[in-house]
């Protein structure tokens, strides 16, 4: 059994978000899955989203980040939150200008923050249009599959069912050749 924590971005993961079909994949394989509702997704506070993972205070095998709970996650482990042994961190935003994401900029990216991690964004998303790879996965240490032409990685561009995704969190191999859908 695997310990999974799955953390929202912006607005939340509504039901045709990937992060909803991974939860339920994973439940019904038997895994433990934490997915908490982070306050007021459409208006987020840093500190509101910190707060609430202090009860999740207990280290989980994987944990799997969307867009803003990349950061998060990130502030997280740099206040001294435990580790997962692995983390997959998928589009996270970099534009300090969208005043719902600015609290959470800049994210610590100090190497060694989370070793065993892995980041997947498009080459064009909007939320990070100087790139995720040199904002977060350099600085990180992390490797990084940045795909051509899709976008921000949510429903808006096709991924509700994401097999690729499920494949890494069940045997920790992830995409190297784009994000396969």
Avoid at 58 to 73: G, I, M, P, R
Wanted: proline residues 11%; glycine residues 10%; aromatic residues 6%.
């Amino acid at each position: 059994m695997i310990r999974v924590l799955i953390l929202h971005g912006l607005d939340g993961s509504g039901p045709d978000h990937w992060q909803r079909w991974l939860e339920q994949q994973l439940r019904e394989a038997g895994h433990e899955v934490v997915f908490p509702d982070l306050p007021n997704p459409t208006n987020p506070k840093r500190s509101e989203w910190l707060a609430t993972l202090e009860p999740l205070r207990e280290s989980a095998d994987t944990v799997v980040c969307h867009s803003l709970a990349c950061c998060l996650f990130l502030h997280h482990r740099a206040g001294g939150g435990p580790e997962a042994r692995r983390a997959l961190l998928v589009a996270p935003p970099c534009r300090d200008d969208v005043p719902e994401i600015a609290d959470f900029l800049p994210a610590p990216t100090t190497a060694g923050l989370v070793p065993e991690a892995e980041l997947w964004a498009g080459d064009d998303d909007p939320y990070c249009p100087a790139g995720a790879g040199s904002v977060y996965a350099v600085p990180l240490g992390i490797p990084y599959d940045i795909s051509e032409g899709t976008g921000h990685l949510n429903p808006d561009v096709g991924l509700g069912p994401w097999p690729r995704v499920l494949e890494w969190v069940l045997s920790g191999q992830g995409a190297k050749n784009g994000i396969e859908t």
